[in-house]
């Protein structure tokens, strides 16, 4: 690491972030240190996390500020980011891993973007952005 890097202090994580209606906001993370972050210290227990199965991509997070509970509508559009920021976005029909945030951990000593998860769902959905005003 360069002496003008150390000097700079921590990077603020870099995300994507997209707005769904009735208040959902989806985050996906640009890199491996970005997931981590997004996965495992910015992630309430309670926020819904998604991950394409078996390839490489950005972990993804879908948050309600005041708590709701996320409908299958909520839970596909997010799973469609998942899909849409990953190496199978010109694929059709995606498999996206879904679960709780308080089932993902990180592994002692695994690189970067690495996780461990529990309780998962499928969810299949085509790659695709939500459309924003």
Partial sequence: MSAARKNQGPVEPSMWVYHLPGGWIVMAGKTDRDNDFLSIKYAHPDDWWFHVRGTPGSHVLLRHEEGAE???????????VAA??????????????????????KPRGA????????KEQVIKVRPGLPFED
């Fill in 70 to 80: 996320a409908g299958k509508e909520e839970l596909q559009a997010a799973a469609a």
């Fill in 84 to 105: 849409w920021h990953s190496k199978m976005r010109q694929g059709g029909q995606v498999a996206v891993s879904a679960t709780l945030a308080r089932n993902v951990s």
């Fill in 111 to 118: 690189k970067p973007g690495t996780v461990h998860i529990r």
